[in-house]
């Protein structure tokens, strides 16, 4: 008896042929008796594709220069170095995280659309090509310029700014520290410094060390040499890659050994050295000659890169260079490509499909962020009808092979093959049909396909198609063809923000098992002698943080669902230890948060009154000022770099019961005498002295009074000419007294940084008092003419040509009234239609040169043959050999000015083409900007703002630049706006 196949296993065996005959890979199913053994697990050997092709954040990597205004389109080109200059994010310090915010979106708008990203570098020096130096920075002298204190404390309070503005941004792919040298790149050969050397000092690679540990939490963070930055887990970058002069540098990389948790990219230089050995002697060199390019993949492998840069420039139209840079490619970072797959047949609506795959990286190096992998069933226009992700796995843990040998051209340790597997609920309402399962690895911005698989199974999108699933019926057919170019497809991007994810999980359908982040920043917001108040950043959460669960010594002491707890009921003058962790609505929760101790007050008598920490979250801090561990402070931080006309602390909601005078202690650290200027409620600012503590790790009290009002209040520390102590906490008690009579300090250094015809605007420097000053009261020839909260005042409605006698007095909370300042005489400009002026600087030496203009501005100099220049006859001499850099801030509103009159004369007339200037966005030469003509006797010389497109409402600095050829001398009397 003949025997004869039935009709399900007969539809069966003809899916499975059309199969394999449609993908090209090998298929093993169990074949049994009946239809459900057909359509059960398959399982499928897919192929990997010999292209190579662009991916997120690896392979050649073009750079955009600091006066390009877009990025380049490279064939394999995803990530982009951009030199940014550092004035073009913070000139003043305080310049806000908004305003490099603002930059970042103007000057990358469009790049998620193109599926770009960043690896900005920060620099001040760019050689032959200018120096950006942040106002208030002293400069001009190589030898000390890059050692200062003030240049230390500037970086690391704007690389926490950086952090702020790119933590978090999805078009930072990483970060390259920069700032500090040539080019950012942490030294500043030829030059040298005092002690002989041109690399980054140790105590800047400790301070911007920390500065970038804190600031970037969620971005990868370059360095320049591998022998810097010892303490630091910070990933390299090799300036001269496989150059055969610089093969120490990559050898220093490999013994760094970071590569699996930090990136290490560079470029190929091409401008110095024995390049004609390795690595060739241009892009085109290297990529097409054998030698060469083995030569540079081999050291791609040794040391783990990701991308380089400058090899990018090569001829894409050549074919044999084509060709190498495509081999190239496959070799840059991770190359994930999956071996076999299996999954469920046929899948009832609401039951489970089982997904399990194999991967292995025969890249160089790890994908080095926690991006999803996703499944996904697509309909017949390969639109998505489900997707979910799978839970618990991390791809950073795909790792490549190590230890690369360059005769076998293979990893001696070959990578691990990477077993991945999930159960995925497939939704009832899921409709039956015949669905292509998929696999793609998303960008969590938007959640889209980015980075793809090395297979010939690819959709156009970013997915690589399986094989066929039924839902609530057999599969149809295998025919998951054809398959598309991976190459070609320019069709993916990724979002500026984050939402929650919209599909499934494996492991229960759309469950959610992801925990929240770790809360972080715990800090002590006040103690009591009973009570202690704590504070943290808030967590972040897939779908949403429910809640905050507090422990006191490892027990559950209460729950919060904001960041911030009150524990009461505790004994007095006795020390408790906390931690925090988030929870979610599905039950998950966070790792602890890092532990924070406290003592509570001492009981009795009239107390110390509520502490407030300095380090608390809902404090405001600004500028460099940056908050520390110290094992001596009560709540284990304390608050630095506080000062220096940069940063500040303020201490927000300090509660008073009533209005009246309190007592405040200042718990501090100082290895010296210090001082901070202190403003109550945003008041004028008095002078509070702190002595030395007797050391750094001592902490140290000294107490004032204070005038508080009823309810909440502020107390702001900082200081405009030196820096403050470190700061532990504030405790205030007492209240209620209104004993002050003591009169604030006389107003000094009244000046005029402006007059018209019929207006004089005054300065002074503020007065202090021993609660706070609350005004300014101004006086016209002895009669009151107006108030000001604060030093400066403009008295307008005045006669032209016109002497007026000026004085000034200070006034606290409780009418107590200074005595009058020194009388200032002036007059007012002449009518002559209502022409007025504003006077820049007039270089008389008062402000003293150099310093500060007439508007009370900062101004300087540096570069030239008589270094700053020099006050000569009530002008300002400045000799030049082609160098040279004037500037002096304006950053006040000039729009009621359609002029800029300067006055000058040079040493041979002529000299209007040697130098350029630069105002409110414009820069010209001299001649450009003003259409005259600089002779050997003084001249005023006008430069139409208008006309000119100068910026009048936001002018910024006015800077002259001497470095475009020129030799001789110019003498500048005065600058003003008419």
Aim: charged residues 15%; negative net charge.
């Amino acid at each position: 008896m003949r025997r004869s196949f039935s009709k399900p296993v007969l539809k069966a065996f003809t899916m499975l042929l059309s199969f394999v005959l449609l993908t090209g890979g090998s298929l093993a199913v169990p074949f049994g008796n009946s239809a459900s053994a057909a359509v059960g697990p398959i399982s499928v050997n897919l192929t990997e594709t010999q292209e190579a092709y662009k991916n997120p954040f690896k392979g050649f990597r073009p750079t955009r220069f600091m006066n390009d205004t877009s990025f380049s389109n490279q064939e394999y080109g995803t990530v982009f170095k951009h030199y940014i200059k550092y004035t073009d994010l913070e000139n003043a310090a305080s310049d806000s995280v908004q305003k490099i915010k603002d930059w970042s979106n103007t000057a990358w708008a469009g790049i998620e659309s193109q599926n770009k990203k960043v690896i900005p570098r920060v620099f001040i020096v760019y050689p032959n090509g200018g120096e950006f130096w942040p106002q208030g920075v002293p400069h001009g002298d190589v030898t000390t310029q890059w050692t200062s204190e003030t240049l230390k404390n500037r970086l690391t309070a704007f690389i926490q700014k950086l952090g702020q503005a790119w933590d978090n941004d999805p078009r930072v792919a990483y970060i390259e520290l920069g700032l500090w040298g040539n080019w950012g790149e942490h030294h500043i050969w030829p030059d040298k410094m005092a002690d002989n050397t041109d690399r980054i000092p140790l105590s800047f690679q400790t301070a911007l060390g920390d500065a970038a540990t804190q600031a970037f939490q969620n971005k990868k963070v370059q360095v320049r040499y591998p022998d810097t930055f010892q303490n630091y887990n910070f990933g390299f970058l090799w300036d001269s890659f496989a150059l055969i002069d610089d093969l120490s540098g990559g050898e220093g990389i490999v013994a760094r050994d970071v590569w699996r948790t930090q990136v290490n990219g560079g470029e190929v230089a091409y401008d110095w050295g024995q390049k004609d050995i390795q690595p060739g002697d241009s892009p085109n060199d290297t990529l097409s000659d054998p030698n060469h390019r083995n030569f540079v993949i081999d050291w791609i492998k040794k040391t783990h890169t990701t991308s380089l840069g400058w090899i990018d420039l090569y001829d894409a139209g050549n074919s044999a260079v084509s060709q190498g840079a495509a081999l190239m490619q496959k070799e840059f970072g991770y190359r994930f490509v999956v071996n076999q797959a299996t999954f469920s047949g046929s899948v009832q609506p609401g039951g489970s499909m089982n997904v399990a795959f194999q991967v292995v990286n025969k890249g160089s190096a790890p994908f080095y962020y926690n991006w999803p992998v996703e499944a996904s069933l697509l309909r017949s226009d390969r639109t998505v009808a489900w997707k979910g992700i799978f839970n618990n796995v991390d791809i950073r843990n795909w790792m490549p092979g190590d230890n690369w040998n360059s005769t076998t051209r293979q990893y001696n340790q070959a990578p691990v093959v990477q077993q991945v597997s999930g159960a995925f609920t497939i939704p009832a309402n899921v409709p039956a049909g015949t669905y292509t399962l998929a696999l793609s690895i998303l960008d969590p911005y938007g959640y889209k396909p980015s980075a793809r698989f090395a297979n010939t199974n690819y959709y156009t999108g970013g997915r690589t198609p399986l094989g066929k699933v039924g839902i609530g019926m057999d599969p149809a057919n295998q025919n998951i063809g054809p398959f598309d170019l991976l190459k070609s497809d320019n069709t993916l991007s990724y979002n500026l923000t984050q939402t929650a994810y919209d599909g499934g999980y494996s492991g229960g359908g759309s469950a959610d098992t992801q925990a929240p982040s770790t809360p972080g920043n715990l800090a002590v917001s006040g103690t009591t002698s009973s009570s202690v108040s704590l504070t943290w950043s808030a967590s972040t959460d897939n779908v949403g943080v429910t809640g905050y669960d507090i422990y006191r010594g490892g027990v559950s002491v209460g729950s919060s669902s904001t960041n911030a707890f009150t524990d009461t009921g505790l004994s007095s003058s006795t020390n408790y230890s906390y931690t925090v962790r988030a929870k979610d609505a599905a039950g998950n929760v966070s790792g602890n948060s890092s532990s924070v101790s406290a003592t509570t007050n001492a009981s009795g008598g009239s107390g110390t009154g509520t502490a407030y920490e300095a380090e608390a979250v809902s404090n405001t801090r600004t500028g460099a000022a940056i908050v520390s561990a110290c094992a001596t402070c009560s709540g284990s931080s304390k608050v630095g770099y506080v000062g220096n006309n940069d940063g500040t602390l303020q201490f927000n909601g300090i509660s008073a019961s009533a209005a009246g005078t309190y007592t405040m202690t200042v718990s501090y650290l100082s290895g010296e005498a210090r001082s901070a200027q202190l403003r109550v409620n945003g008041g004028s600012a008095s002078t509070l002295n702190l002595p030395s503590t007797g050391g750094w790790t001592t902490v140290g009290t000294v107490q004032t009074q204070v005038q508080l009002n009823a309810g909440n209040n502020t107390i702001h520390f900082s200081n405009p000419t030196g820096w403050a102590p470190d700061f532990d906490r504030i405790q205030i008690s007492g209240g209620g007294s209104a004993g002050d009579t003591q009169a604030p300090t006389v107003p000094t250094n009244l000046s005029v940084p402006s007059k018209t015809a019929n207006s004089v605007s005054l300065s002074w420097s503020g007065s202090t008092d021993n609660v706070g000053v609350t005004e300014y009261v101004i006086y016209r020839n002895g009669n009151q003419t107006g108030t000001s909260a604060v030093a400066s005042f403009t008295d307008s409605g005045l006669n032209a040509n016109t002497a007026y006698a000026y004085t000034v007095k200070a006034k606290d909370a409780a009418g107590n009234l200074s005595a009058a300042s020194s009388a200032l005489n002036v007059k007012t400009n002449a009518g002559g239609g209502g022409t007025t002026s504003l006077l820049l600087d007039n270089f008389d030496n008062s402000p003293g040169w150099p310093g500060a203009n007439d508007l009370g501005k900062w101004s300087s100099a540096n570069g030239f043959v008589n270094t700053a220049g020099v006050i000569e006859s009530g002008a300002l001499k400045l000799q030049y050999n082609n160098d040279g850099w004037l500037g002096t801030d304006i950053n006040q509103s000039i729009g009621s000015y359609s002029k800029m009159v300067i006055r000058i004369k040079g040493a041979s007339g002529g000299e209007q083409s040697h130098f350029q200037l630069t105002i409110g966005g414009v820069t010209k030469t001299f001649a450009a900007f003003s259409g005259n003509t600089v002779t050997t006797s003084y001249k005023d010389i006008e430069i139409d703002l208008v006309s000119n497109g100068v910026d009048r409402s936001a002018p910024g600095q006015l800077s002259m630049t001497f470095w475009h050829g020129g030799n001789s001398s110019v003498w500048i009397d005065e600058i003003r706006f008419e």
